[in-house]
C-alpha cells in the first residue's frame, strides 16, 4: 500500500517546488510532490535567472539540470534608458558572483527539474489537486485529489511553492501584504526576431513609463515582455493585440528592425505587476517558498532567483537543525532580510526608472551624473544579489542626497 506519511510535501511541482524535492530527496528524506499539471505550458512566466540566481542554482546543485533542458548562458546585457546611448555590460566579469545569466523555456525548465526530483527518490504525482489543508492535528494534512479519487496525505513539514496565487498561503492562515498597482507586464515568445541571441535587452523611456525586455533563446526566439502603466486600464491578450504589443515596444525603444517579421510563438498575456509578500513564511510546520512567499515586480526580474535563494536556504536550516519548528523559523527570519532588500530596492527604483512627473524628472537628475560618476551609488542589487545594507546612508547615496 501506498505511503500517506512524509517528511515534506510540496504543494506545487514548479522551479521551487521541484529543485526542494530533489535536493532534500538526496539527502534521504520521504519528499511528496503534489503538481497539477500532467504537461507544462507557456503561461507567460519568467524565463531568465539573473546572475546572482546562477550562482544559487550551482550551489543546489540543478544548474546542469536546467543548462541541459536547452538552457542558453546569456553574458551580455544592453540597457537603453530615454532615447540615451546604450549601455552594454558583461555579467561574467561585472557581477559579484562573475556568472552569466540563465535563460530557457520556462515549460521546459520545469520538466526538467521535477523529472530530477523523481530521480532523486522524490515521489511525484501529476494531475494531483490539492483541496485543502487541515492545521488541527500533530502534524499538518493535505487533502487533494489523486488519480480521481481524494486522499490525504500528512508531513513533518508542507511546503508551498504554488505562486502568486497560492492557496496553501490562504490555507496556512498566511497574512499577505501588497503595494499599491502600478504597472502591468505582458508577454509573449517570438519567433523571426532579428535581435542578437547572446544578448538581453532593456528598453525605457520615462515620458510615457514603458519598459521592453527582449530575453533571447536562440535560433532567433526571445520572449518580449512590455511593462506600462495600470492606469492606461489595457489588458494585452491574445493574437488581436500583437500588434499593438509591438507598437509599443518600440516606443519604449526597441530596434523597429528587431520586430519587422516577427510571429508569435505562444500566448500573448499580460498581469498585475505589483509586489506582495508575507512576513515571516513559515509557522505550524508550513512554509511558503518563491512567489507564495513573496513576489517581487517582475520587471526586475528577480523572481526566479529569489525562487532558488528560498530553496537552497530553507535546505540549509533543515539540514542543520534536527528540530524542524527551529528550521522553519530561521529559514523565514533570513527570508525576510534578503527579500526586503531586494523589495526596497526596486521600490527606490521605481521612483527614479519607473514614474513620471516632475519630481521623477527631479530624482533622475539629480542621480543620474552621480550614478555615472560612481555606478556603486545605483546598487547591483538586481544582478549581483540582495546582499548589501539599505540603511539611510546607502538610501541617500542611491537617491543623490548626499
Not at 61 to 84: F, N
Request: with cysteine; hydrophobic share 35%.
Amino acid at each position: 500500500m501506498a505511503s500517506t506519511s512524509y517528511d515534506i510535501i510540496t504543494v506545487g511541482g514548479g522551479l521551487g517546488g521541484a529543485a526542494l524535492a530533489k535536493v532534500m530527496a538526496e539527502q534521504g528524506a520521504r519528499v511528496l510532490v503534489l503538481e497539477s499539471e500532467t504537461k507544462f505550458r507557456d503561461r507567460v512566466r519568467g524565463e531568465v535567472i539573473v546572475s546572482w540566481g546562477v550562482a544559487e542554482l550551482k550551489e543546489l546543485g540543478i544548474y546542469d539540470v536546467i543548462k541541459s533542458a536547452d538552457g542558453r548562458e546569456v553574458e551580455w546585457s544592453e540597457q537603453t534608458q530615454g532615447g540615451g546611448a546604450t549601455a552594454r555590460r558583461h555579467h561574467p566579469s561585472t557581477t559579484a558572483p562573475m556568472t552569466p545569466r540563465l535563460n530557457f523555456y520556462h515549460p521546459d525548465m520545469q520538466e526538467s527539474v521535477i523529472q530530477a526530483a523523481a530521480s532523486a527518490g522524490a515521489e511525484v504525482r501529476r494531475g494531483a489537486r490539492a483541496h485543502d489543508l487541515r492545521m488541527g492535528g500533530t502534524l499538518p494534512t493535505v487533502v487533494a485529489e489523486v488519480d480521481g479519487r481524494q486522499q490525504e496525505f500528512t508531513s513533518r513539514l508542507v511546503v508551498g511553492a504554488d505562486g502568486r496565487a497560492s492557496r496553501t498561503r490562504s490555507w496556512g492562515g498566511f497574512e499577505v501584504s501588497q503595494n499599491p498597482d502600478q504597472t502591468y507586464i505582458a508577454g509573449i515568445l517570438l519567433d523571426n526576431t532579428s535581435a542578437p541571441d547572446d544578448t538581453s535587452h532593456n528598453f525605457r523611456v520615462f515620458d510615457r513609463c514603458l519598459t521592453g525586455l527582449l530575453s533571447p533563446q536562440g535560433n532567433g526566439r526571445v520572449r518580449a515582455y512590455l511593462c506600462y502603466p495600470a492606469t492606461s486600464e489595457e489588458r494585452l491578450s491574445g493574437e488581436a493585440d500583437l500588434q499593438r504589443f509591438i507598437e509599443w515596444s518600440i516606443m519604449a525603444g526597441a530596434p523597429t528592425e528587431y520586430c519587422a517579421d516577427v510571429k508569435s510563438a505562444g500566448p500573448l498575456a499580460s498581469f498585475n505587476s505589483a509586489s506582495h509578500w508575507v512576513q515571516h513564511p513559515y509557522h505550524n510546520n508550513v512554509a511558503l517558498i518563491g512567489d507564495a512567499a513573496s513576489a517581487t515586480d517582475p520587471m526586475w526580474g528577480q523572481g526566479l532567483s529569489m525562487a532558488v535563494r528560498d530553496v537552497r536556504v530553507l535546505r540549509d536550516h533543515l539540514l542543520s537543525h534536527d528540530d524542524w519548528h527551529e528550521a522553519g523559523h530561521a529559514y523565514a527570519t533570513e527570508h525576510d532580510r534578503y527579500y526586503t532588500v531586494s523589495r526596497t530596492v526596486e521600490s527606490w527604483l521605481e521612483q527614479v526608472m519607473v514614474q513620471t512627473g516632475p519630481e521623477a524628472e527631479a530624482r533622475r537628475a539629480k542621480a543620474f551624473p552621480l550614478w555615472r560618476e560612481d555606478p556603486s551609488r545605483r546598487l547591483d542589487t538586481g544582478q549581483s544579489g540582495p546582499e548589501h545594507a539599505i540603511d539611510e546612508t546607502v538610501r541617500r547615496r542611491f537617491f543623490g542626497e548626499e
